[in-house]
T-cell receptor, first 113, second 113 residues
Framework: KQEVTQIPAALSVPEGENLVLNCSFT??????LQWFRQDPGKGLTSLLL?????REQTSGRLNASLDKSSGRSTLYIAASQPGDSATYLC????????????FGSGTQLTVLP | NAGVTQTPKFQVLKTGQSMTLQCAQD?????MSWYRQDPGMGLRLIHY???????DQGEVPNGYNVSRSTTEDFPLRLLSAAPSQTSVYFC????????????FGSGTRLTVV
């Protein structure tokens, strides 16, 4: 069964710092991997999708890398802003028709002004 | 586009009552799914569908029923609500191809007393 671990569980930084959020998963036979953010009491907002054949994906100040063989993905956030405060979730997709997303507990990020 | 719309946003049920959580998407996505989110357990897949008339069970299907009569709608039925079903429920949809990520609804917060 796929298990996902995200480190750190919580992070509090001053505005402007570059951040690294880590995600590890136990089953490397994944289809894709997607990063989300979740604001308190809200739904999940998709940030980046990395297909299994890709090694990284970029969107604005966000860059995500994927190393399937080692079961790791990393989300880099450049020049953090208070609006980046949220919980960040990585979710590898299982192969097969279920296309199940497996979630860890996430990294709760607070960016201080 | 409205994306994925879930109704209601909040609901309180008594043990033993039944109800239907609604999910509708206007993106012509083939794939739709239901997740529940519980503290310390992440999001877990309940049921999913790869197209109209096709549904299948996910990780935690007991106590829930689904049907998919149209591409747009994927309702989740609680047959006889139990306190263990207190949770936040999210509907998610996507195209079936590998190039497309999931879109989540804003969730339904359900309390069973």
């Amino acid at each position: 069964k796929q298990e996902v671990t995200q480190i750190p569980a919580a992070l509090s930084v001053p505005e402007g710092e570059n951040l690294v959020l880590n995600c590890s998963f136990t089953d490397s036979a994944i289809y894709n991997l997607q990063w989300f953010r979740q604001d308190p009491g809200k739904g999940l907002t998709s940030l980046l999708l990395i297909q299994s054949s890709q090694r990284e994906q970029t969107s604005g100040r966000l860059n995500a890398s994927l190393d399937k063989s080692s079961g790791r993905s990393t989300l880099y956030i450049a020049a953090s802003q208070p609006g980046d405060s949220a919980t960040y979730l990585c979710a590898p997709w299982s192969s097969g028709s279920a296309r199940q997303l497996t979630f860890g507990s996430g990294t709760q990020l607070t960016v201080l002004p | 586009n409205a994306g994925v719309t879930q109704t209601p946003k909040f609901q309180v049920l008594k043990t033993g009552q039944s109800m239907t959580l609604q999910c509708a998407q206007d993106m012509n996505h083939e794939y739709m799914s239901w997740y529940r989110q519980d503290p310390g357990m992440g999001l877990r897949l309940i049921h999913y569908s790869v197209g109209a008339g096709i549904t299948d069970q996910g990780e935690v299907p007991n106590g829930y029923n689904v049907s998919r009569s149209t591409t747009e709608d994927f309702p989740l039925r609680l047959l006889s609500a139990a306190p263990s079903q207190t949770s936040v429920y999210f509907c998610a949809s996507s195209y079936l191809g590998a190039n497309y990520g999931y879109t989540f609804g804003s969730g339904t917060r359900l309390t069973v007393v």
